[in-house]
């Protein structure tokens, strides 16, 4: 192992063409060398033959002067110090490597940063102890660069490693969410701050009539989002329940019970943690083969999987990381494990109400119809699932069931573990944003608008509420116009006259 060369010369590499001459490094030149089973990082090292360094949006291009030996401990201490934590990858190199040429690595620099760093990964990740003394320096490092990822604010210290264990979950759950200027702009914008200062200034009954028909739009939108068009009963029973976000705590009998309350009518479906294989996809028309967009882990993992997210959701809560980050890492997370049969999308999106309710991200306790935001960037909601699914497709070993189903072959259980969440928490983001400053202010500004269209119906016409909304609904749906039909029905009692006056205020206050 000390005699193997790592760096790769650049050109095309597994599918990117390099901008430049140079050597690949890092991550990728270890990848590709030791061949482990992860998908590439999103963003690839280059050591260029110049004195230039610059980003794109698939390369981080270093200087000439950033070269170094080609051994797999400098490749490991460069990535660490420039490319972040990468636990799926540690996890697969553990297991590649034997305990010698484990120990043969840590001895480069005993003491240095980088080496107690990749010592106590191993110790954490593996379960066991090396055959090394505990450490007898003072100083503690971090073991997540805040600087290139987000980390906890406070960790536990490891006196064996003097290492501060800041991960942002457990050995059983701990996805990792790089630093982008998207991520620190949102943040440092405090949206949710300014959203709430703008709250304030609505009149109370209004903010509350908002909040019934947001519930209502996000589960509608929800529902949407697979495909459903469920009826209004169904769609307001479980706005109700997203109404009840952050009241209960994240355990797997509170899961169970959103999936009965998700699923109505439980003959076809076998409610609880999976016995079974599961995808998501397609099946080819003719063989009913199945033709996967995701697979989701392995029915016998599925418990430990969901024990480690509800144990790194208790961890994120209690900790001062951002609410919107906590929501992407939980909520994406449960969706990738894809724990039931059925009902996995409505909850995955309900647990981001969970955690942005529990980190009170709404002073004003108004729930975030972040389901709607979705559903109008559709798109960007599957280029993001697909970001971390498609990738994966390439490392699961499964074959077709008799009914048409898959069934895993190979140890899959970390690749749900460990994985970059950073496009997931950006578009995240980019959902509440987008309900912040559009979803809600429309909400609240047509509430109002009708409010003063019924004021005055109720003053000009002496007309019931009931009628009113009739009214209103008619409106709206023929362009500001109230059809012939309805002159002739519901509306025979206004004369021409009064209708054209009607129509002109109802344009004049709701803007047509």
Not at 62 to 88: C, I, M, P, Q, W
Not at 105 to 129: A, C, D, H
Not at 319 to 333: H, K, P, R, S, Y
């Given at each position: ?13 597994h599918?990117r ?13 270890i ?29 981080s ?26 636990l799926?990858f ?20 005993p ?8 010592w ?5 990740q ?7 003394d ?12 805040d ?19 800041n ?17 620190d ?6 949206i ?15 903010l ?40 209960n ?7 169970i ?27 080819d028309?003719v ?17 430990q ?26 909520a ?11 009902g ?23 729930v975030?119809?972040?389901s709607?935001?979705i ?5 960007d909601?599957?280029?993001?699932l697909?970001s ?29 573990r ?20 559009n979803?809600?202010?429309?909400e609240?500004?047509?509430?109002q ?25 008619f ?6 116009k109230l059809?012939?039909?309805a002159r ?18 109802f344009?004049?206050?709701f803007?047509?």
């Amino acid at each position: 192992m000390s005699k193997k060369r790592f760096s790769v010369h650049a050109g095309i590499f597994h599918g990117r063409t390099a901008p430049e001459q140079g050597v690949i490094v890092g991550y990728a030149a270890i990848i590709d060398t030791l061949g482990l089973e992860i998908p590439m990082p999103s963003i690839l090292s280059l050591i260029c033959t110049t004195r230039k360094q610059y980003s794109t949006g698939e390369w981080s291009v270093f200087s000439s002067r950033a070269a170094f030996d080609d051994t797999l401990y400098r490749h490991l201490v460069f990535a660490l110090k420039y490319e972040g934590l990468n636990l799926l990858f540690f996890k697969k190199l553990f297991a590649k490597l034997s305990t010698k040429e484990i120990l043969g690595v840590l001895e480069e620099e005993p003491t240095g940063q980088y080496s107690r760093k990749i010592w106590f990964l191993y110790e954490w990740q593996m379960n066991k102890e090396l055959p090394i003394d505990d450490l007898a320096i003072k100083n503690y490092v971090p073991l997540v660069d805040d600087s290139l990822q987000f980390a906890l604010y406070t960790g536990s210290k490891s006196p064996r490693h003097r290492i501060i264990n800041n991960l942002p979950g457990t050995r059983d759950f701990c996805p990792l969410i790089r630093k982008t200027a998207k991520l620190d702009n949102y943040i440092k914008e405090n949206i949710s701050g300014h959203n709430s200062d703008y709250l304030k200034k609505i009149h109370k009954d209004i903010l509350q009539r908002t909040s019934a028909f947001l519930l209502l739009k996000d589960s509608k939108a929800s529902f949407s989002i697979e495909g459903e068009s469920p009826k209004s009963s169904r769609a307001a029973r479980w706005g109700r329940i997203i109404g009840q976000a952050g009241n209960n705590e994240l355990t797997k009998e509170e899961l169970i019970r959103l999936q009965q309350a998700v699923i109505e009518n439980a003959r076809f479906v076998k409610l609880g943690f999976r016995k079974q294989g599961g995808f998501v996809g397609e099946h080819d028309r003719v063989s009913g083969e199945p033709v996967p967009d995701h697979i989701s882990a392995k029915w016998q993992d599925v418990e430990q999987l969901i024990d480690g997210l509800i144990a790194s959701n208790d961890l994120l809560l209690k900790n001062e990381m951002d609410a919107v980050l906590t929501a992407a890492v939980i909520a994406f997370g449960f969706v990738f494990i894809h724990p039931f049969v059925d009902g996995n999308g409505r909850i995955h999106r309900y647990l981001i109400h969970h955690v942005l309710m529990k980190k009170q991200f709404s002073a004003q306790g108004l729930v975030f119809p972040v389901s709607a935001s979705i559903l109008n960037h559709i798109d960007d909601y599957r280029k993001a699932l697909e970001s971390y699914s498609l990738p994966l497709l390439d490392f699961i070993e499964w074959k077709e069931t008799s009914d048409h189903n898959v069934e895993v072959l190979n140890d899959t259980i970390d690749y749900y573990r460990y994985f970059d969440a950073t496009k997931l928490a950006e578009f995240l983001y980019d959902c509440v944003n987008d309900t912040i400053q559009n979803i809600i202010p429309a909400e609240l500004k047509y509430i109002q608008q009708y409010d003063e269209f019924k004021r005055y119906i109720e003053n000009r016409f002496e007309m019931p509420d009931k009628l009113i909304a009739t009214l209103v609904r008619f409106l709206e749906q023929n362009k500001g116009k109230l059809s012939q039909r309805a002159r002739k029905k519901e509306f025979e009692a206004l004369t021409a006259t009064e209708i054209r006056e009607i129509e002109k205020s109802f344009d004049d206050i709701f803007g047509l």
